[in-house]
Nanobody, 122 residues
Framework: QVHLVESGGGLVQAGGSLRLSCAASGRTVSNYAMAWFRQAPGKEREFVAAITWSGGNTYYANSVKGRFTISRDNAKYTVYLQMNSLKPEDTAVYHC???????????????WGQGTQVTVSS
């Protein structure tokens, strides 16, 4: 079982930036693909970004492409989500996920964090 803890959320004005972190412990997560998802009130959870275990490949939702960057530091067992040019529609609870399989982490990771709130004011 992988234990994930997100941090870095908060309140920011439109156009601002935030960096989310997801610290992992438990199994050897350096071999896991990692992802970020988000869920806004009244909406379904949606995929935001993912990264392979090596960091060599990244994937983004069209809505965040060019504004968000996912990265990881396997020595620190941490994955990051740098969010720039934030918009009010980015407001949501952001969750990180981990899974040994890339295809699974893109859809429904086996391990989830509790989430961190991001609020973007207009």
């Amino acid at each position: 079982q992988v234990h994930l803890v997100e941090s870095g959320g908060g309140l920011v004005q439109a156009g601002g930036s935030l960096r989310l972190s997801c610290a992992a412990s438990g199994r050897t997560v350096s071999n896991y693909a990692m992802a970020w998802f988000r869920q806004a009130p009244g909406k379904e959870r949606e995929f935001v970004a993912a990264i392979t275990w090596s960091g060599g490949n990244t994937y983004y939702a069209n809505s965040v492409k060019g504004r968000f960057t996912i990265s990881r530091d396997n020595a620190k067992y941490t994955v990051y989500l740098q969010m720039n040019s934030l918009k009010p529609e980015d407001t949501a609870v952001y969750h990180c996920g981990a899974d040994p399989q890339l295809l699974t982490v893109l859809r429904n990771p086996g391990s989830w964090g509790q989430g961190t709130q991001v609020t973007v004011s207009s």
